[in-house]
């Protein structure tokens, strides 16, 4: 239990290099998790808002904190670079693409605001 409230600590912690608003995203989420809230997150990265489900938001923390996301870019969307190869764009209404290195993209579909996430879809 202890080792696992560290992890979460340090998992809020280590946001703080993603987000702007990193604390009170991480009370957001602790929120809707706990079903105190509902809805999305609402992070600021560079200049701009996103708006993300939780599930979205959980795993780009996770991503970051494990060292997966090589690279971070925020303009008229953020920009993500997973393991210095796939591109993950994610634009600022929280829609998700996956954009693999020979180019084929893949769109994340999120059931609800919860944020479970169903199967990808290719883009054609």
Same mark, same amino acid.
């Given at each position: ?9 340090? *998992?809020?912690?280590?946001? *703080?290099? %993603?987000? #702007?608003?990193?604390?009170? &995203?991480?009370? #957001?989420?602790?929120?809707?998790? #706990? ?8 992070? #600021? ?5 996103? *708006? ?6 959980? *795993?780009?923390?996770? &991503? ?17 670079? %997973? ?33 479970? %996430? %169903? ?6």
């Amino acid at each position: 239990m202890i080792i696992s409230s560290i992890r979460k600590l340090y *998992r809020i912690l280590v946001s *703080r290099h %993603l987000f #702007r608003n990193w604390l009170s &995203a991480g009370f #957001r989420y602790f929120l809707v998790r #706990r079903g105190l809230a509902k809805g999305f997150i609402t992070v #600021r990265c560079g200049n701009s808002v996103y *708006r993300l489900s939780p599930s979205l938001y959980l *795993r780009i923390i996770d &991503a970051y904190s494990n060292g997966y996301i090589t690279e971070v870019s925020c303009a008229n969307s953020m920009e993500l670079i %997973l393991s210095s190869t796939i591109k993950l764009v994610i634009s600022k209404d929280g829609d998700a693409l996956f954009v693999m290195p020979d180019g084929i993209t893949i769109n994340l579909q999120l059931s609800n605001p919860k944020g479970t %996430l %169903l199967a990808g879809k290719p883009v054609s």
